[in-house]
């Protein structure tokens, strides 16, 4: 349920410039909320999203556009606009409007419901569409964490500069005898010409002397001057590798990133917490303890079409028992299979096996963990774990057999693998997560070797 909101002040359209000064006199001439209530400006941080829109992957994917998905707008996005405007028979501005979204979004459904989408594509359109991930994220984000919201839509079309929009809101359960602590929301849009040229304005957004988050929902790039300018003056960068059109490719860039020291969190790598904790119980019995070294099978079953989860946990994993990914192979098909070898300080060879399984509702998170198994070929070695999800149970890994006697678990779906709640909980840190950072480098070390 969404926290209610008292409205401080509704959107109002101000000049990039005096954004600082409209949102000074919205607290300098505000007297109340009624019933006696003062508005209390929130002071913890700033969380910068940037958040394209849906119209480039919906072109890509009934074939308008062949570039990059990436949420950057350029000339060949508004070339494909003004193609499917034209076959729409809509007024060619090669803009994107509520009319060709809709047209758009009515052909990807009648294409969705023939079966000829691809998991990528849906995935893409996940990235890029905020609606799909329920109205109101700024809002579930602000009623946890009163403070700042900057959001950039990027548009496309003609380059007429940047617009802003102004609001202020209060949730009610942030109130103390006679206060409401509100939140501040900062809306601008434009081209991303008009945002590289106002690069220095849009950091400057940020409340000064207060922890400053980017959260950036488009692909990667670090050649992007915006990107680069923002990331340099954040205290962290938080994305979701569950939402990558291409992960590997996107994963590889996430390490390049945490080699420069750019604080940096994934908020698919907090789902994973409870397959880690399960794991690591699995071994904590004294009389299991050694036997997490005889280990030299893992299978890992995730659902078909993002497969960063299963290659984190491997990296996580690999990096707890100092294994070194000496080989890659990849094969796509029903089950798209990774095969992956590493070896341990002994040079004994691991084999891994990760299998990207079909899933028919692949639900809100693409990619999630399905089951996995620890073994060993060493028959007498009793570390033979399995590990399932409450929803698909562990008949794969159980119907393996075997002479060795497995360890069964099954993890509970966790309530707070929401997007929006991840999020919030990041929102209360800033700095580095250094496990993430040791089992990154070695999830990186492994795709190098493709």
């Keep these: 349920m969404t926290t209610p909101l008292v409205s401080l002040q509704a959107p109002k359209d101000v000049d990039l410039d005096y954004i600082d000064r409209e949102l000074h006199e919205i607290w300098q001439n505000y007297s109340g909320v009624g019933d006696g209530l003062a508005a209390t400006r929130a002071s913890t941080f700033s969380v910068l999203v940037y958040e394209p829109e849906a119209t480039q992957p919906l072109l890509a994917s009934l074939g308008f556009y062949t570039g990059p998905v990436d949420g950057i707008g350029g000339p060949r996005t508004t070339s494909a606009i003004k193609a499917a405007q034209k076959a729409y028979g809509l007024e060619i501005t090669g803009l994107s409007t509520p009319e060709l979204l809709t047209k758009l ?74 206060s409401l602590i509100c939140c ?94 399960l794991t690591a119980e699995a071994f904590d019995p004294p009389e299991r303890r050694s036997a997490i070294w005889e280990v030299d099978q893992v299978t890992i079953d995730y659902e078909k079409g993002n497969a960063s989860q299963a290659l984190m946990f491997l990296g996580w994993l690999a990096s707890r028992l100092n294994w070194l990914p ?59 774990t399995v590990l399932c999800s409450e929803t698909t149970g562990c008949m794969r890994m159980e119907a393996g057999g075997g002479a060795q006697s497995c360890r069964i678990q099954q993890v509970t779906s966790l309530a707070d693998q929401s997007t929006e709640t991840l999020l919030s909980q990041q929102l209360q840190r800033w700095g580095k997560d250094v496990l993430y950072q040791e089992s990154m480098e070695v999830t990186t070390q492994i795709l190098k070797l493709e």
């Design 105 to 178: 979004r009515a052909d990807f459904e009648a294409k969705q419901a023939k079966g000829n989408i691809d998991l990528a594509e849906l995935a893409s359109l996940k990235q890029y569409s905020p609606d799909m991930e329920g109205a109101g994220m700024a809002d579930a984000i602000a009623s946890i964490n009163p403070c700042r919201i900057v959001t950039l839509c990027p548009t496309t079309g003609e380059d007429e500069g940047v617009k802003a929009q102004v609001s202020a809101y209060c949730p009610v359960n942030k109130r103390s005898a006679n």
């Design 184 to 277: 501040e929301y900062i809306t601008v849009t434009g081209v991303s010409q008009a945002f590289e040229r106002v690069g220095g304005v849009i950091s400057e957004l940020m409340i000064p002397e207060l922890p400053k988050f980017i959260w950036w929902k488009a692909r990667i790039d670090e050649d992007y001057p915006l990107f680069q300018r923002l990331v340099s003056n954040c205290d962290r960068l938080i994305v979701d590798s569950s939402t990558f059109v291409e992960p590997e490719a996107e994963l590889l860039k996430i390490g390049e990133l945490l080699k420069k020291d750019i604080p940096l969190i994934d908020l698919n790598w907090a789902r994973l917490s409870a397959w880690q904790e």
């Design 326 to 384: 000496v080989d890659y192979k990849y094969q796509e098909g029903d089950y798209n299979i990774t095969t992956v070898t590493l070896t341990n300080v002994e040079g004994k060879e691991i084999k891994a096996e990760l299998a990207g399984v079909p899933i028919a509702d692949w639900g809100e998170v693409l990619g999630d963990l399905i089951s996995l198994k620890l073994t060993s070929t060493n028959l007498n070695a009793d570390c033979c």
